[in-house]
């Protein structure tokens, strides 16, 4: 078996996690509120908000498990891929449909491990404002629940030497929210069931979103994603 078909390596995601600690914090100040909304044990899906190259690091570094992040192959070059296989990350082509990522992706799930995704596909303005249905299948089809992130700060301040990361010693505040399941408890997997399970986790995690954003003080966009419903998700 070559490195690039192994299954994600549960030690390598320790590994990372501790590099992550280091990384993180000796780079940034970040703020980590509601950590322990992540269930101690089991498997568990992080849903995280994708507007910047630092968030899964971030998150990686700050969430009280080691993770497995879904990563666009894109990210697998040169000496890095190797590296991120090493680390345990789930290498994925986003142009299809990656059976390999998905196999590895259950294998977290079904192992009790914690599954990072970016929900809304690739980076952009990280408001859950469009999530692909990748997310609601991985949840229906494990049953694991999913536990929302705020990754927030990291695109208000650029560094003045590297203008693609965040300006160092800046405050990045990751605000997990509570654990929800996303199926309707029917256990149906229809094409129709994770439409509708899709809907349900957007209308959590712009609520989360929002909730994070009034806690830390952050501002949304001008044009950011509205709120239809309301749910105990503050810090």
Not at 13 to 30: E, F, S, T
Not at 90 to 115: F, K, N, P, W, Y
Request: proline share 8%; net charge positive; aromatic share 6%.
């Amino acid at each position: 078996m070559s490195p690039a078909d192994a299954p994600p390596s549960k030690r390598g995601a320790v590994i990372g996690r501790g590099i992550g600690i280091g990384l993180m914090y000796g780079l940034w100040k970040p703020r980590v509120l509601g950590a322990w909304r992540v269930p101690a044990s089991g498997p568990v899906i992080l849903a995280v908000n994708h507007a910047h190259n630092v968030d899964g690091p971030m998150v990686i570094g700050t969430a009280p498990r080691p993770s497995h992040f879904l990563v666009k192959k894109e990210a697998f070059i040169g000496p890095l891929a190797p590296c991120m296989r090493f680390l345990g990350q789930i290498e994925v082509d986003r142009s299809v449909a990656d059976r390999a990522a998905i196999t590895d992706a259950l294998r977290v799930l079904a192992e009790g491990g914690v599954l990072g995704i970016f929900p809304e596909g690739s980076r952009g303005e990280g408001d859950f404002a469009s999530l692909r249905a990748g997310l609601a299948y991985f949840a229906v089809r494990s049953g694991a629940p999913i536990v929302p992130v705020a990754v927030l700060g990291s695109t208000e301040r650029p560094g003045r030497l590297i203008r693609g990361l965040p300006a160092l010693r800046s405050r990045v505040d990751v605000v997990f929210g509570d654990a929800f399941e996303a199926g309707d408890g029917s256990g149906r997997r229809t094409r129709k069931a994770l439409d509708e399970a899709t809907v349900r986790i957007q209308e959590r995690l712009t609520v989360h979103l929002e909730h994070a954003r009034r806690f830390t003080g952050r501002t949304a966009p001008a044009e950011g994603a509205g709120s239809t419903g309301s749910a105990r998700t503050g810090p």
